[in-house]
């Protein structure tokens, strides 16, 4: 019988790999539908609006179908409006240290909370003096934003039912809401915050061409140069063999003329985006090819890289501002016809 | 269409990268991967043109940037075409999807591999809460420990399971004095630094096979006998938190016993995959666990917590203690999603069903 190594190492290249921040943000837009879309209609009007199951429990925030008999549940209950709403807490934890995007600014706790005439919890930040302030079962009173949209954050927090001189619009005249059209659509804010890392072989690329060199890797299993080099070929899952530079002229196989204007574009249209063989690879890159009018670039054309100056030269595809026609006669059809 | 019978279907290779904090590879795992598959081929004898069925489990959010799973596959190889797929929770679930893809007779063998590279999130609060309800919780951004923080005090106020209960899991996982951890400050109020899983880069990989094929291959493959999964409702705030009736459920069915509690029979191993320390003991109450039982003697979650294979791992474990000889039978569990929300249940024997 053949030993098992639960355990691999995972041997570092010699060289190490780059990194740089990655900070991916969208704005994510849900359409609510009636039944959420009646709870953050009730919370921008300042009312809590909850559903009711088969058993009689009400939920809230609201469901939408039944635990018990997934029948789509249409009996909506009004927990409370106005000022003065009061509930429990059910569970609790603290936050010493709020991060940026924590709904307050100072620490607080976030409490499961039963509002008095609903049967389960919501998650809601409860705002206090410290944890000894807090405890499961303490009872809280509900405080509005003063802005409400219609989303979650129109519940500014809870505070312990007892405490005088609250800030916010708690104890004053429910302050106006936004909007009178019923919330159908809900927008939330999305940030990541990643640290990106290259491969060793995408590394070992974006060194070279930040001195100018285009680099390439050819399989181990086959003549052919990928470019950029890649660790391990898609096509048979083998480590990738050596390194090997290529030029930086090639052929263009393929190309669209773009001539729509999109946002972020930094090149007026119509320009053109093509693949480009370059010579010695077998993987046409993307790229710009300008210098020309787009209407004179086609299949076959030769075309040179225009390397952005050495001193400012980014670590990134950018390094290349563009392709030009070199001039030359066009390739031979059959010299690319495998590449397309 | 006449129903037949499911076949047999057996895990015969599992391996996992080295559990790091921080690896030097990409957030698509392929560095990490590639060694792993070349030993769950060195196991089996098998080539990756013996697969017939891949299936992956990871998350987007870890990387930053969409499908990002599909550069995974660079390390399968796509030529010859391959049968592949990927489901976005923990790898667990793709062993499900590969399990019945055999068991349903459209595959003999699948290789089925999870990876996450959590290290990359410079805020893994804010990727995992992406995991929560998007209408009115993650639009909140709790943080993950502050969440499973909620469940924690909830069997403490019940009186279901104490901080210093909760001390004494972590003391055996880490091999720690359970009163010096007992005086380490709350990272989340009742959740101390010990209760919580460290942040780890992982990769992991089973391979399966038909029942045939599996006795070709090993000498004591570790055959599915039971294997289900259940979800318990996203809706927290309604839920019983010091219970998990969905692990609960699953292991009625993987088990195939009647009435509502699991019969465990003869399982002395049982690989459970819990991030909280709390976890531990709301599983081994839910599930009937006795102490004659090991429980997770791999170490588990909270010396490594490799996001999105550490489920496939604890279903790794349990067959490798089957396969070595270790236990005749052993349990696995997964969990995906917060606070135990849905739980896979894998039964494993030495012997076919």
């Avoid at chain 1, 312990?160 to 659509?185: F, I, K, N």
């Avoid at chain 2, 006795?215 to 259940?230: F, K, N, Q, S």
Wanted: net charge negative; hydrophobic share 40%.
């Amino acid at each position: 019988m053949t030993s098992r190594e639960i355990v691999v190492d995972i041997i570092p290249p010699d060289e190490p790999v780059l990194s740089a921040p990655l900070a991916p943000s969208f704005d994510y837009t849900r359409s609510t539908g009636p039944v959420l879309g009646a709870f953050f209609t009730g919370l921008r009007e300042g009312r809590l609006v909850g559903t009711r199951d088969s058993r009689g429990a009400v939920h809230l925030p609201p469901v939408e179908f039944d635990p018990h008999t997934h029948e789509a549940l249409t009996e909506f209950v009004e927990v409370g409006s106005g000022t003065g709403i009061e509930g429990v807490v059910v569970v609790w934890t603290w936050v010493p240290e709020p991060a940026d995007v924590a709904p307050l600014d100072s620490p607080f706790a976030w409490a499961l909370v039963r509002f008095d005439g609903a049967d389960t919890a919501i998650l809601l930040p409860l705002a206090a003096d410290g944890p000894g302030s807090v405890s499961s079962g303490m009872r809280v009173r509900l405080l509005w934003s003063a802005e409400r949209t219609g989303t979650i954050h129109d519940i500014a927090c809870v505070v312990p039912a007892d405490a005088a001189g609250d800030t916010g619009s708690g104890d004053d005249q429910l302050a106006q809401s936004s909007g009178d059209e019923a919330v159908s659509m809900l927008v939330t804010p999305i940030g990541l915050s990643v640290t990106h890392t290259a491969s060793p072989a995408e590394s070992e690329f974006l060194r070279a061409i930040v001195q100018g060199r285009m680099l390439g890797r050819r399989r181990s299993n086959g003549p052919e140069v990928y470019v950029p080099p890649r660790d391990y070929c898609p096509s048979d899952g083998v480590a990738m063999g050596e390194y090997v530079e290529v030029s930086d002229v090639g052929t263009v196989t393929t190309f669209g003329i773009v001539n729509v204007p999109f946002a972020g574009q930094e090149i007026t249209p119509p320009y053109v985006t093509a693949y480009i063989l370059l010579d010695g690879s077998d993987v046409p890159i993307q790229h710009l090819v300008l210098g020309c009018e787009a209407s004179e670039v086609r299949m076959g054309m030769r075309v040179r890289a225009i390397w952005t100056p050495e001193a400012d030269r980014p670590a990134s595809m950018k390094a290349i501002t563009h392709f030009e026609p070199t001039g030359d006669p066009d390739a031979d059809p059959d010299s690319y016809a495998h590449h397309l | 269409m006449t129903p037949t019978a499911p076949r047999d279907v057996a895990v015969v290779g599992f391996a996992h990268a080295r559990h790091t904090e921080s690896t030097f590879g990409t957030t698509n795992g392929v560095e990490m991967l590639a060694p792993v598959f070349a030993e769950c081929y060195r196991q089996t004898g098998l080539d990756r043109t013996d697969i017939d069925f891949w299936c992956s489990g990871s998350c987007d959010y870890l990387a930053g940037r969409a499908f990002s799973f599909i550069s995974a596959v660079d390390t399968i190889g796509a030529v010859p075409p391959i049968s592949e797929s990927h489901v976005e929770m923990d790898a667990a679930w793709a062993f499900f999807e590969a399990y019945l893809k055999i068991a349903t007779g459209q595959a003999d063998t699948a290789l089925v591999y999870g990876f996450g590279k959590a290290s990359a999130s410079t805020d893994l609060d804010s990727a995992m809460a992406l995991q929560l309800d998007p209408y009115t919780v993650a639009p909140l951004w709790p943080g993950r420990h502050h969440i499973a923080a909620l469940q924690a005090r909830a069997g403490i106020d019940a009186g279901t399971w104490s901080e210093g209960a909760m001390a004494s899991v972590a003391a055996r996982a880490t091999g720690r004095d359970e009163r010096e951890l007992l005086a380490e400050p709350y990272v989340a109020d009742p959740l101390r630094r010990h209760d919580c899983p460290p942040v780890t880069d992982g990769a992991g990989a089973i391979i399966l096979a038909s029942g045939d094929r599996a006795r070709e291959l090993v000498d004591t493959p570790a055959y599915v006998t039971g294997i289900e999964h259940i979800a318990d409702s996203a809706e927290f705030g309604a839920r019983d938190l010091t219970d998990s009736p969905s692990a609960r459920a699953a292991a009625v069915r993987a088990t195939r016993s009647s009435g509502d509690r699991p019969d465990l029979g003869g399982v002395t191993v049982a690989e459970l995959h819990t991030q909280y320390t709390h976890q531990e003991l709301l599983l081994r109450s839910a599930l009937g666990i006795g102490d004659h039982v090991a429980v997770t003697p791999s170490g588990g979650s909270l010396l490594a917590d490799p996001l999105f294979s550490a489920g496939l791992e604890r279903i790794g474990y349990a067959a490798n203690d089957v396969m070595e000889g270790r236990t005749e039978r052993a349990l696995a569990h997964a969990t995906s999603g917060h606070l135990l929300q849905q739980n896979l249940i894998c039964l494993l024997e030495g012997r076919p069903a």
